[in-house]
């Protein structure tokens, strides 16, 4: 595979973790993390750890932000590529009331992107109503 185009499927599967965060159909979960995937992240001072199966769980069992019609933001920050299969990316993206700062561990795997680590950072918490990044 060329550069180009290992380049281009890996932002092609950054945006399919964009829309998962953001749709929570999580029928498409599976082209997005791989099933040994491991999230790792602090949440009010305590580490908290998932399982990519955890994960799916808690996206399937809440309302998603676009059914809560929350507003979308997402920015891609930082491509590493250690080889032609694993790359680091690192991402914000708003999850309904929550700004979140990933690293997202991409390996390719049979010739697909997927993520098999992701450490969350809560960067923001926002108002229900509230629709843009303070400054």
Known sequence: MSDHANYQSLFEAVERYFDLMFDGDVSRFDAVFAPSAQLHGLRDGNLRRLSAQEFKNALAAGPSPKSKEAPRLQ?????????????????????????????????????????????????????????????
């Open 75 to 135: 920015q891609l920050l930082l491509v590493d590529f250690a080889s032609p299969t694993q790359a680091l990316v690192k991402v914000r993206v708003r999850i309904d009331t929550l700004l979140y700062l990933d690293y997202l561990l991409f390996h390719r795997i049979d010739d697909a992107w997927l993520i098999t680590a992701k450490s969350f950072h809560v960067e923001q918490t926002y108002a229900p109503d509230e629709p843009m990044l303070r400054a």
